[in-house]
């Protein structure tokens, strides 16, 4: 088990679009579970295929199991048995010694973008690059799997 500590912002999109950024990653997720209290998805990449299984967020932290599975039993998942997806190209940048992963969302989110910060502990200092905007790590709406079935353009 992984327990996940992780913090939520928005992007100021006006300074987004002027980084340098290195290439994206496609994703596409599904999820086959979506209720607070648990999360199960899938979720396909390029190069890898994930099921992920989430206990209820606590604070900023959950519980999390990660298991890589063959592309083609992720694809049969995702056509079966989940109906709710999301699209996003996740970019990942180097700021001050720490990863941020900056998600711009496609299809039925497209024009949000949302910038994650993994941590070691909930009381952790770093620095904020200029273009984080508003933090939504409490806010709800803004959990992956909250767009898949409550997507940003509806709101």
């Known amino acids: 088990m992984h327990l996940e500590i992780e913090r939520k912002f928005l992007v100021r999109k006006d300074l987004w679009y002027a980084v340098r950024k290195p290439e994206g990653e496609d994703i596409l997720q599904g999820y086959l579970v979506s209720e607070p209290s648990l ?6 990449t390029k190069t890898n295929c994930f099921l992920t299984i989430k206990g209820p967020t606590q604070n ?26 999301i699209e996003k190209t996740r970019y990942r940048i180097e ?18 973008i949302i910038a ?8 952790e ?3 904020q690059p200029q273009w984080l905007g508003e933090e939504v790590s409490a806010d709800e709406r803004y ?13």
């Open 39 to 44: 999360t199960i998805r899938v979720r396909v």
């Open 60 to 85: 900023i932290s959950r519980e999390e199991y990660e298991f890589s599975i063959p592309q083609k039993d992720a694809y049969e998942i995702l056509t079966t048995f989940t109906k709710n997806k």
């Open 95 to 112: 700021f001050e010694g720490k990863i941020w992963e900056i998600d711009e969302f496609f299809g039925d989110n497209e024009g949000l």
């Open 116 to 123: 994650e910060i993994e941590l070691k502990e909930k009381d």
């Open 125 to 127: 200092i770093f620095k």
């Open 143 to 155: 959990m992956n799997s909250c767009l898949a079935g409550h997507p940003y353009k509806t709101w």
